[in-house]
């Protein structure tokens, strides 16, 4: 396990990066994180994908664990908004294809990741040779009224204001089916320790800032549900999507579908999911996430397999 610093795309930002490797990797497995958590939180699976021959990295997005400069900055994405995310995530992927040259490269992105990562493979799929989509929010039609309010309290109250109302909008709702487990942000999984760690972290759960909602969710749903701008330069990328039922980001099987058949009709030839029955939304620490584990390594082995 090592840490270290890749400089981002913009704004002179820091990505604190977490890789686990082993002596002769076969293959680059990198990950993205979801919204207000961080990188170490995906150290297990990590753990598991390394002792089966894969390097992994991660690093803190840009407003995100370490790749802050102050508690302040945590939900803010900066100047470069978006396309920073977008293109920090890519920085990472060009500085593993340096370190490990000639390896095959598959992306898995979770929650805002799974977001971040359709933006990447908009713009980089010829630099992956595989991708998972996880937990993935379905399409809401009011991203853009979301977007402009949260440019209207932006202008009156400044781009690093946390507002409540916008964080009722994104996720405020999620909790409402899973009140008879008495516990805050039991929506994200059936595993109480999972979700009263979470809870106690300093480092998950915190309120974005308006230039953060803007960035991280709004815009990046309206880009990656919008048919405009998409090259599929690699039609032949294999993009695989994973959910629990009961997660309430994909609002239903039906609207997780919908997220399958969208990358489907761009162009690419290759599109699978897998939903899991009882599981909600973060299928990667929930209470039998060994079976996605399995599951994960399999799909990664057969894309190396061709």
């Not at 997780?256 to 299928?283: C, K, N």
Request: hydrophobic share 35%; charged share 20%.
């Amino acid at each position: 396990m090592e840490k270290f610093t890749i400089p981002g795309a913009s704004d002179n930002v820091q990505l604190n990066t977490l890789v686990i490797a082993p002596e002769s990797p076969k293959a680059v497995f990198q990950l993205v994180h979801g919204m207000a958590e961080h990188k170490e939180r995906y150290i297990p699976l990590m753990n598991y994908l390394s002792e089966k021959g894969y390097a992994c990295v991660i690093n803190d997005l840009r407003g995100h664990g370490e790749s802050v400069a102050s508690q302040e900055d945590l939900g803010y994405m900066g100047k470069g908004g978006m396309r920073g995310l977008v293109d920090d995530v890519h920085n990472v992927t060009n500085w593993a294809k340096e370190q490990y040259p000639g390896l095959p490269v598959f992306l898995l992105g979770h929650s805002m990741g799974s977001m971040i990562v359709r933006s990447y493979i908009k713009r980089y799929d010829r630099d992956i040779d595989g991708l998972i989509v996880c937990g993935s929010p379905s399409n809401n039609p009011a991203a853009g009224l979301g977007n402009f309010l949260a440019w209207c309290i932006g202008l009156f109250k400044g781009q690093r204001h946390r507002s409540e109302f916008l964080a009722n909008l994104s996720t405020g709702s999620y909790d409402k089916r899973f009140k008879a487990d008495g516990l805050k942000n039991a929506w994200l999984s059936t595993n109480r320790a999972n979700v009263q760690a979470y809870n106690n972290d300093p480092l998950c759960g915190f309120t974005f800032t308006v230039n953060g909602y803007r960035n991280g969710l709004f815009r990046l749903m309206q880009d990656i549900y919008s048919p405009k701008g998409w090259t599929v330069s690699h039609p032949e990328l294999p993009v695989h999507f994973i959910a629990g039922s009961d997660d309430p980001c994909i609002v239903s099987i039906r609207k997780f579908s919908e997220a399958v058949s969208f990358i489907r009709a761009r162009g690419y030839r290759e599109v699978t999911s897998q939903v899991y029955p009882g599981l909600r939304h973060e299928i990667l620490n929930e209470t039998g996430r060994e079976d996605v584990f399995r599951d994960i390594l399999a799909r990664l082995e057969s894309w190396l397999s061709r």
